[in-house]
């Protein structure tokens, strides 16, 4: 499996070049009337697959970047093993890729939330523990959760927000259309030397 990621890493470096002009192919199709549609349809569908590639440009830049020569046949080695730029790229719009369906959630949010639930779970088992009335000290159970939730969420707010931001960089169109064409571009400069 190894070995086929790393002599399929221009290929899907193409698909990922691709997904990057989505935006810039939604945009033609919009002028390109009833044909349009059915291709709008079609490059929509392709973008909902983002996640889904992005992991799989991450995978493989990762085994580009690790794979040995000796994994391969003797003189069957590709000669993009180990390459910078593919590496990169692969590593750059697979991250974008990944992250963007991240920020609608509220992972912060949701983190406090499970922390503060941890607490005072933990709260209540020491209370247990020492015979102490629940039902008369649901109070501090109650500060217990919102003390430490609050805790982990504005310590996981700002790496949300931060991710947020380098995803929000890296697909916004004037970043991500150049992107995905000189990834194409070199997947093919690669395939063709």
């Known amino acids: 499996m190894v070995t086929v990621l790393a002599q399929f890493a221009p290929a899907i470096l193409i698909v990922a070049g691709l997904l990057a002009i989505a935006w810039l192919s ?3 199709a919009e002028r390109m009337g009833k044909v ?3 291709f ?3 490059v929509k569908i392709f973008a909902a697959l983002g996640f889904f590639i992005g992991i799989l440009c991450v995978v493989t830049g990762v085994v580009v970047w690790v794979t040995p020569d000796t994994a391969f046949p003797a003189g069957q080695a590709p000669s993009w093993l180990g390459d910078t730029i593919l590496i990169a790229l692969l590593l750059v719009i697979g991250i974008a890729n990944i ?3 991240w920020t609608v959630v509220p992972w912060a949010a949701l983190l406090g939330l499970v922390g503060g639930l941890i607490a ?3 709260a209540v088992f020491i209370m247990v523990s020492l015979g102490v009335s629940l039902a008369s000290n649901w109070l501090i159970i109650a500060i217990v959760f919102i003390i ?3 805790i982990v ?5 700002w790496l949300e927000e931060l991710l ?3 995803a929000k960089v890296l697909t916004f169109p004037l970043i991500s259309v150049p992107l995905g064409f000189i990834a194409i571009g070199y997947a093919i400069i690669i395939l063709l030397a």
């Open 99 to 101: 992250m963007k369906p």
């Open 148 to 150: 430490f939730g609050g």
């Open 40 to 42: 709008a349809v079609f």
């Open 120 to 122: 005072a779970g933990v």
């Open 164 to 166: 947020e931001f380098i």
């Open 26 to 28: 939604e945009k033609i």
């Open 36 to 38: 349009g549609e059915v």
């Open 153 to 157: 969420f504005f310590l996981f707010k």
